[in-house]
């Protein structure tokens, strides 16, 4: 599932909070997270105010699943944990690997 | 330290291999380990043949800092971990807090 081309940026000047969402799961388990997330996010999460992106990452070994999200602040962000559609599909998450959900600034950004 | 204003772009259609390195540490080693990733990657990793971008967060609570990196593929990253000058940052890194690279593709990006 390719959702869009358009890409996301990380910037250290962005005004963006970023959500690390870190899950860790069986190999059987990790393409129906892929595809968990990835409709979640199109359907319910991406129309949430204060929603800027969200990029499905995962692992070539099979037992990890990365959420590298944008929320517009913190608080945009916490709403949403409050919302009871976004709490379904955060606990249907949950049943496929084990999530940890960390909040984020970014320190620095290094090009070749 | 603000490295860089050249953003970081994540893209499905990227032909990159994605390192997503979680630290957990100590929130009182949590600035020192900030520091010593982007010196690291300033003077030694970005020189390094398939190296793209990095990219290093704190978490807003303390108890993680996360490296979202881009070499050009497993192999270019794979031959940057048998450096001894590489390995001599990434072990000084290790003694500041856990590390757990890992190597990701992207699977899909979502824009609001």
């Known amino acids: 599932m390719k959702e869009s081309t358009v890409p996301t940026v990380i910037d250290v000047d962005a005004d963006v909070t970023t959500l690390i969402n870190c899950f860790t ?8 997270l892929v595809d968990l997330l990835a409709r979640a996010t ?7 105010p204060g929603f800027v992106a969200a990029n499905i990452h995962a692992s070539l070994d099979g ?13 945009a962000f916490q709403a949403m944990l409050t919302d009871p559609v976004c709490q379904e599909h955060m606990s249907a998450a949950g049943q496929l690997g084990s999530a940890e959900p960390v909040l984020y600034t970014v320190e620095s950004v290094h090009h070749h």
């Open 25 to 32: 799961v069986t190999p059987d388990r990790q393409r129906e």
């Open 42 to 48: 199109e359907d319910v999460m991406r129309h949430r």
């Open 63 to 75: 037992t990890h699943v990365v959420n590298y999200a944008q929320w517009a602040s913190v608080e």
